[in-house]
Nanobody
Framework: VQLQASGGGSVQAGGSLRLSCASS???????MAWHRQAPGEQRELVAS???????NYAASVNGRFTISRDVAKNTVYLQMGSLKPEDTAVYYC?????????WGKGTQVTVSS
């Protein structure tokens, strides 16, 4: 299983970015999620989407970020808006099925004030 995240970069506060995560295999039965880790901080769950497209968000991003998926393309997205400096982190995508989780390499997001 390979997960390839892309779309990170540097943006000013208030800006937007869209992250993409392409899976080497089908995502239709998997819970897909985005996590992030800021320097010196623990990794945290940002958003998830399950096979029925039910979504969940961390309180810190609720209303600003949107997770979505394209099953035909085996890709999950994270649309990030109203970005804040505290959103600066390495963002990782994961896929989970029956208790087994795969992690992709992260993509850096840097938000300047």
């Amino acid at each position: 299983v390979q997960l390839q995240a892309s779309g990170g970069g540097s943006v000013q506060a208030g800006g937007s970015l869209r992250l993409s995560c392409a899976s080497s295999g089908s995502i239709s039965k998997w819970v897909m999620a985005w996590h992030r880790q800021a320097p010196g901080e623990q990794r945290e769950l940002v958003a998830s989407i399950d096979p029925s497209s039910t979504t969940n968000y961390a309180a810190s991003v609720n209303g600003r970020f949107t997770i979505s998926r394209d099953v035909a393309k085996n890709t999950v997205y994270l649309q990030m808006g109203s970005l804040k400096p505290e959103d600066t982190a390495v963002y990782y995508c994961t896929k989970t099925y029956r208790g087994v989780t795969y992690w992709g390499k992260g993509t850096q997001v840097t938000v300047s004030s």
